[in-house]
Structures are given as C-alpha cells and as structure tokens.
C-alpha cells in the first residue's frame, strides 16, 4: 500500500504545540535527532532543555540500513549549511510508538527540514498513522 503524500501544512494537526529556538545535539537516525531547546520564559530568563524529538510527517530509514547513513548525513548536513536560528516546533501525539515529542523544524529563511528530506529521496511522508511505509 502507498502513503499518500504530504505537503508541509498537510502534517498531522496535533493539539498542544510548542515553539523553540532549536541547537542541533546529534543526529540519531534520518527521522530522530537531539536537540538543546530554548525558550524566553520572561523577566530575562532563558531555559534550554535537551530533547530527543520525533520528525513530523514523514519515515526514514534507521541507522542500522543500508539506506539510514545516508539519511542521517543529509539531516547532519542540512543543519550545519542552513541559517539560524532554527525554530523547532514540538507536538505530543500519543500515537508516537516510544513516546517522543514530534518536531518541525525550520531554519531561519522559512525552509523546513522535513521537506528538504523527502524532497531528497531520504524520506516518505506518513502520517503516523497505519503501516509505517519504508
């Protein structure tokens, strides 16, 4: 069965969303990555948090495929040659198999990495939902 394909504002609408300034820890595979986010809480007072976060909207392959060094080298590749400040905005959909928060990130001209990655051949848009395409 084919994953119908997804355009950026077509991903999943999740209820609560968070936005974050997004600093790139590790890439663990072409749809998960690490990372330090930050957040003005007022008075001045900054907070970072480390998170490991779930790519919204599509599926790449794992480290451990043929495929998944590739996959990985283009997420590592594409944040080291886009402009920050990057925005990363979370979701938390219970759906997500090990309970990770879901994430769009976009650098600081309005490209999204999601897309960039599809748009590659690294990934396949899905919706979390049904069979996970490969």
């Not at 974050?20 to 072409?30: M, S």
């Not at 998960?32 to 003005?40: A, G, M």
């Not at 480290?63 to 998944?68: D, F, I, L, S």
């Not at 759906?95 to 999204?112: N, P, S």
Request: proline letters at 4%; glycine letters at 8%.
């Amino acid at each position: 069965m084919r994953s119908r394909q997804l355009l950026s504002d077509e991903r999943p609408v999740i209820e609560r969303r968070y936005e974050y300034e997004g600093t790139l820890v590790r890439v663990i595979d072409g749809d998960t990555i690490q990372v330090d986010l930050t957040q003005d809480i007022g008075l001045s007072i900054r907070v970072t948090v480390r998170w490991e976060l779930r790519l919204n909207g599509c599926n790449a392959p794992e480290r451990a495929t043929a495929a998944g060094p590739a996959a990985t080298h283009f997420v590592e590749t594409w944040w080291a040659t886009h402009r920050a400040p990057f925005v990363v905005r979370t979701y938390k959909d219970k759906r997500e198999k090990y309970g990770r928060y879901l994430a769009d990130v976009r650098d600081a001209d309005g490209h999204d990495l999601v897309t960039d990655l599809i748009a590659a051949g690294h990934a396949v848009p899905w919706d979390g939902l049904g069979v996970r395409p490969v």
